[in-house]
T-cell receptor, first 109, second 111 residues
């Protein structure tokens, strides 16, 4: 099983839709996770940290299901500007972060 | 006031050449990294330095040599460039268990 697995997409959704991505991980010892956003030809940027209690920031909600070893990202009321690749990330040893291959989201009019 | 800056932004060079990419961070972070993002968009760690000391060295050809003169700088030197080295190279920094701050990337094309 890969360390981190994500559905590559693309997810094509209309503006205003709710969309959710999942990411599965294999290292059951991982304690914290992150979602990063990467726009085309840009660097990844931290979107949210994911704790055991979940995390909500405006239209974005991240949750952790430790029993099934996946994290999720829910985006409500999608905007055109949400179009990007969303990377699931978890820490390894020595401050190392392991990145998933990303899920591409395209929000359309 | 760029937090993590890397130069150059674009680099086109011929096979066999030697090139360097520079990275500087003004965030006061202790740890710096080099990541490679290939054509399939997969981000893979190459090196990590903590306070000038190498702590992560993933299976990277020894043609790649990182150098950290101080904790705010981490440079990457590549010898005898090959076609397969073409990718986007990202520098990043972090403090303890915080997320990373990435530089804007160096797009390397080997022809």
């Amino acid at each position: 099983r890969k360390e981190v697995e994500q559905d590559p997409g693309p997810f094509n959704v209309p503006e205003g839709a709710t969309v959710a991505f999942n990411c599965t991980y294999s290292n059951s010892a991982s304690q914290s996770f992150f979602w990063y956003r990467q726009d085309c030809r840009k660097e990844p940027k931290l979107l949210m940290s994911v704790y055991s209690s979940g995390n909500e920031d405006g239209r974005f909600t991240a949750q952790l299901n430790r029993a099934s070893q996946y994290i999720s990202l829910l985006i409500r009321d999608s905007k055109l500007s949400d179009s990007a690749t969303y990377l699931c990330v978890f820490p390894g040893g020595g401050n190392k972060l392991t990145f998933g291959t990303g899920t591409q989201l395209k929000v359309e009019l | 006031d760029t937090a993590v800056s890397q130069t150059p932004k674009y680099l086109v060079t011929q096979m066999g050449n030697d090139k360097s990419i520079k990275c500087e961070q003004n965030l006061g972070h202790d740890t710096m990294y080099w990541y490679k993002q290939d054509s399939k968009k997969f981000l893979k760690i190459m090196f990590s330095y903590n306070n000038k000391e190498l702590i992560i060295n993933e299976t990277v050809p020894n043609r790649f040599s990182p150098k950290s003169p101080d904790k705010a700088h981490l440079n990457l030197h590549i010898n005898s460039l090959e076609l397969g080295d073409s990718a986007v190279y990202f520098c990043a920094s972090s403090q303890v268990s915080d997320g990373y701050t990435f530089g804007s990337g160096t797009r390397l094309t080997v022809v």
